[in-house]
């Protein structure tokens, strides 16, 4: 009887084990393993890009770092086309989504999203020969007009809600996006504000017309695995603490004020 007793009590702490290794989130098992994996698509200036060494930087990078600080584990990166990252994601290859990704109510039934760290919107760059003849993302919903996105984005997304009449032309990243309107393959190319903001700094794109007033209302955060609260928890009161010691305020500054960084990826 009592050999009974004690082996239904160490059958019922194995499964105890088992079932707490189960539920560890991606913040516990980052700080178990060392390391902070962070799934991204660094072709998103100035979020995250690669500079000349091959290095991941942008804001949302340094916001990783802080994070990772924090955290006392190492950041490392993983990188994947944008369209991977949430199978990425849910196949466990990265602990957390760090690419821009905007909270959408589609991608919500797939992933959990923390509090937003900046508010963005939709953007629109244009050829100089629609100079006088668009003034609105509505002058550009007809037939004749070429449209850039990048695949899997919610430029892409807001492309097909708003320009359901005009052709739309899918590319692998925003960068071709942009070449595309250049050199006068499609007459537009649409963005989030940010990315659209710095391409128009760059001396190759100095021709390009903008309509520069966003026409979306886009929240940026960083994605975990639908039920992992406690990363969420942890990463919220993260969010929340740098927002008040200044932190936020200093990489803000750093990425969206300052234009040093340009020649580190130029």
Do not use: C
């Amino acid at each position: 009887m009592v050999k009974g007793y004690w082996s239904i009590l160490l059958l019922g702490f194995i499964v105890f084990l088992q079932v707490q290794v189960a539920q560890a989130g991606a913040i516990d098992e980052a700080v178990r393993r060392g390391v902070l994996k962070v799934g991204t698509d660094p072709n998103y200036v100035p979020f995250e890009m690669t500079d000349k060494h091959g290095r991941v930087i942008g804001f949302e990078a340094d916001l990783l770092e802080e994070m990772s600080n924090a955290l006392g584990v190492t950041l490392e990166w993983v990188p994947v086309a944008y369209t991977e990252l949430i199978p990425g994601l849910l196949a466990g290859r990265f602990d957390l989504i760090g690419s821009g990704m905007t909270v959408t109510q589609e991608r919500n039934l797939q992933l959990n999203f923390s509090d937003s760290f900046i508010i963005v919107g939709q953007t629109v760059l244009l050829h100089p020969r629609l100079a006088g003849k668009v003034g609105s993302i509505e002058d550009l919903n007809e037939a004749g007009y070429r449209i850039a996105a990048a695949d899997g984005t919610t430029g892409e997304a807001a492309a097909r809600r708003f320009l359901g009449a005009a052709q739309l032309r899918s590319f692998a990243t925003a960068e071709e996006g942009v070449r595309q309107v250049v050199s006068g393959e499609v007459d537009a190319f649409i963005h989030d504000a940010p990315y659209n903001l710095i391409a128009l700094a760059k001396p190759q794109n100095h021709g390009l017309l903008a309509l520069e007033q966003p026409f979306t209302y886009e929240p940026l955060a960083f994605g975990v695995k639908k039920g992992d609260y406690d990363s969420l928890n942890w990463i919220n009161h993260f969010l929340n603490q740098i927002a008040q010691d200044g932190t936020y305020d200093r990489l803000h500054d750093k990425w969206f004020r300052d234009t040093d960084w340009l020649s580190e990826i130029e």
